[in-house]
């Protein structure tokens, strides 16, 4: 719930700005989108499951550094990531609440910035976690997984990716869960690249400040890839 409203209010705040920077008209759509946002929403997931037994260990390369959160301070930097919040409201303290539940994190810098995240879970809060995975003994959920629009093209995403699984199969679990927006194809299709399947989808309707969830499991991969 509390995530939720931080989400509305990030919006409102949005909407504040496109009325100051492009007018009437675009904030008006704005607006009617966000109110349209608050009184329902409906969003659709695929599940995705990654075999953990092939996860090898990464190290860093002539681009990117890589260093595992070890201390609340290591995630302080993240405020500096550009786009990150569109993802996680508010992601420092975000992901400080994750790291205090045991949640472990693995940031990519460039020239010494950082640019990029992945963390894992293996719990779901629903405080915490906008959509609630069904887990099993072994699993661990893989979230917040980001990078910078600059870095996309460098193989930034690719070793982060890595890392947690890799991350992951060290600590003993044996497959890694991740969620995808069934039309950001370009996403799903690149988790399916680490020994990944999916193995169902997750469709979330909220009306007011209601949640409905409604998990599909497959038996079989029905999109033939």
Known sequence: MNN????????????????KK????????????????????????????????????????????LKAVTCL???????????LSTLVPFPVQYLKNVFIEGGVGVIAFYKNAPVGCGWLSDTINPQLMRVPVPMESGDIYIHSLFVERKERKHGCARLLIRAVLHTARENGYKRGLSIVLKNKISRWKFFLLFKGKIIGE????????????????????????
């Open 22 to 65: 492009a007018g009437l008209q675009e904030g008006s759509k704005s607006l009617g989108e966000t109110l349209r946002k608050i009184v329902y929403s409906k969003h659709e997931f695929y599940l995705l499951a990654h075999d953990l037994e092939s996860a090898k260990p990464v190290k860093n390369t002539l681009r990117y550094q």
């Open 4 to 19: 939720l409203i931080k989400q509305l209010i990030q919006s409102l705040i949005h909407t504040g700005n496109v009325f």
């Open 73 to 83: 301070d290591d995630i302080e930097c993240l405020a500096y990531l550009h786009g």
């Open 202 to 225: 997750v469709i979330h309707t909220r009306v007011l400040l209601k949640n409905f969830f409604k998990h599909k499991m497959w038996s079989d991969n029905r999109l033939n890839l």
